[in-house]
């Protein structure tokens, strides 16, 4: 809402957001934080869950067609544009099935499930490409790097609920991906530490509490001494996270130090 504010009185200033390479990628985040919210409120508001899962879905379908569209068609993008953001407005339809399954909406979320995967898949091996033989992304975008673990371990969350929660081979894939990357990003902590705390060090939050439900949810289907030691050291990790981005992030807001110009 408060976005929406700035596009009314300030409509030239949201499209030059829109139309720049890297910014263009966080708008989904509104689509995608709709059907999150319509997620959580299934069992105690299904009703008002059902119509903001509706609009989030029509939302993120809308950015998925504008974005790859310009994609396409772009005389800008060049591949040190490219960074891990870049799945939030196509990989995000991966989300759809959270709620859609439920809901009854089972083709739907198929249709979106199939979209997510096989663009994760594309635009992975793009940034592979980037990460390899390219300069790294700037300082300010490494926390970005923890978006690599969203797309699986959402996937293997929205293959249960497309599989009327039965594990299979391709859900442990998808979990163990993602699992695999989590560990990858841990052991490169040191590099993540010289951060100075920037906005973007809130894309951590999204894919830690991804792996962190993921794991729950194996914990459920598997069991085990491993998972049942897993699954609460993510939540504490995932609570101490949060903690310290609000602290921060509120830090930073007296001081003055977030929404400067870059």
């Known amino acids: 809402m408060v976005y ?28 995608i934080g709709m059907l999150l919210i319509a997620t959580a409120g299934l069992e105690t508001l299904p009703t008002a869950a059902l119509y903001l899962w509706a609009l989030g879905t029509a939302v993120q379908l809308l950015f998925t067609l504008v974005i790859l569209s310009n994609w396409v068609h772009h005389e800008k993008f060049q591949i040190q544009h490219s960074n891990p953001a870049w799945f939030i407005p196509i990989v995000g339809n991966i989300l759809v099935p959270l709620a859609g399954v439920q809901l009854g909406f089972m083709e739907v979320s198929w249709f979106f499930f199939s979209i997510g995967l ?17 300069p790294m992304i700037p300082g300010k975008l490494l926390p970005t790097l923890f978006i690599l673990i969203a797309p699986p371990a959402v996937a293997f969350l929205s293959w249960l609920k497309l599989h009327n929660g039965i594990l299979d ?3 442990r894939i998808f979990y163990y991906f993602a699992l695999f990357t989590t560990l990858l990003l841990f052991a490169q902590m040191k590099y993540f530490a010289r951060v100075q705390f920037a906005l973007p060090w809130w894309a951590y939050s999204f894919p830690m509490a991804a792996i962190t439900l993921a794991s729950m949810a194996m914990l459920e289907q598997v069991g085990g001494a491993f998972f049942a030691s897993l699954a609460p050291l993510l939540l504490t990790l995932l609570i101490a996270l949060i903690v310290m981005l609000v602290f921060n992030t509120i830090r930073a807001m007296l001081r003055g130090e977030i929404c400067l110009p870059e």
Do not use: C, Q, Y
């Open 169 to 171: 081979d391709a859900g």
């Open 4 to 31: 929406l504010l700035k596009f009314v009185r300030h409509p030239k200033e949201v499209i030059a957001e829109f139309n720049h390479p890297i910014r263009m990628s966080f708008f989904p985040a509104t689509s």
């Open 118 to 134: 096989i663009f994760w898949i594309v635009l992975l091996t793009i940034l592979m490409n980037r990460f390899f033989f390219h």
